[in-house]
């Protein structure tokens, strides 16, 4: 959900009913449907290589929030909505919020490399929409550092400035041509 409660897209690091970690359990099924129909690599798009949503916008659920404060020691008052929680985060631990992420994205991927790595299997991600290595890390939480570190080894490079035209996501009045250029 994004800061205001609506659903965007699924957060692949939260709990399933059992407490397993999704990351776990996707990593499992994964590694039986590539075998199953003979795949020899796994392209990380969208939602996978980067989140889909910028942290700004990212899962602030109390399952989220509860793996930052432990991971951080970060104490986020009790008692705040959604909405608040989220503001609080952004205002007053927002470099805390971007390295929990950065870490939280590599250690997916870490299993998902070490999995695939396991069973010969190659990878490429997509990398942000993002100019840089450090806009990635300030936007979407990915850290190119500790991905290298974690073993992911091909990237495909996005370069998105006409896609985001054309699908109308242009809502500067800079043209997206120019912004990216």
């Not at 990635?136 to 939480?141: L, P, Q, T």
């Not at 990237?155 to 043209?175: K, S």
Request: charged letters at 30%; hydrophobic letters at 40%; one cysteine or more.
């Amino acid at each position: 959900v994004d800061f205001l409660g609506r659903p965007t897209s699924l957060c692949i690091w939260k709990h399933i009913s059992d407490g397993t970690l999704y990351e776990d359990f996707f990593v499992r099924q994964l590694e039986a449907f590539m075998r199953d129909y003979g795949f020899d690599g796994l392209h990380g798009a969208d939602g996978f290589g980067h989140p889909r949503e910028c942290i700004a916008y990212a899962d602030f659920s109390d399952d989220m929030v509860g793996q930052f404060m432990a991971d951080t020691e970060v104490a986020c008052p009790k008692g705040l909505g959604l909405t608040e929680r989220a503001k609080w985060i952004l205002e007053n631990k927002r470099k805390e919020w971007t390295d929990f992420h950065a870490r939280r994205h590599a250690q997916f991927w870490r299993k998902t490399i070490a999995m695939l790595n396991r069973n010969g299997w190659g990878h490429a991600i997509n990398s942000c929409w993002t100019r840089d290595p450090l806009e990635a890390r300030i936007r979407y939480g990915v850290d190119v550092k500790l991905m290298v570190e974690a073993g992911v080894r091909r990237w495909i490079c996005e370069a998105n400035a006409a896609a985001l035209e054309l699908e109308g996501w242009d809502y500067t009045d800079i043209p997206k041509a120019d912004d990216y250029r």
